[in-house]
Nanobody
Framework: QVQLVESGGGLVQAGGSLRLSCAAS????????MGWYRQAPGKQRDWVAS???????NYADAVKGRFTISRDNAKNTVYLQMNSLTVEDTGVYYC?????????WGRGTQVTVSS
């Protein structure tokens, strides 16, 4: 069974940067899109950014201009470059990959931004 593994989370001061990675354990054919979501303590999981198979990107207003999503199709990997982090960016970040017949989620990586 395909597994997604996120990495790159950690503790960073406000204003700092982190780069998240999410790799699939095996090749996923015909990926439609990849995305990142996050869940703050006590809150629902929210969409952060997504990228299509063609490379088109979209961002939540809260991260627009600060976060950049990218992908490496050959490696079935998606990245999230996060700059100018604020305490409001704290949460567990999850990646998602969507294929025609299945959707895969990672288990999440913790991002904590201190003031």
């Amino acid at each position: 069974q395909v597994q997604l593994v996120e990495s790159g989370g950690g503790l960073v001061q406000a204003g700092g940067s982190l780069r998240l990675s999410c790799a699939a354990s095996e090749t996923i054919f015909s990926i439609i899109g990849m995305g990142w979501y996050r869940q703050a303590p006590g809150k629902q999981r929210d969409w952060v950014a997504s990228i299509t198979s063609g490379g088109s990107t979209n961002y939540a207003d809260a991260v627009k201009g600060r976060f950049t999503i990218s992908r490496d199709n050959a490696k079935n990997t998606v990245y999230l470059q996060m700059n100018s982090l604020t305490v409001e960016d704290t949460g567990v970040y999850y990646c998602k990959m969507t294929a025609p017949t299945a959707t895969y989620w990672g288990r999440g990586t913790q991002v904590t931004v201190s003031s």
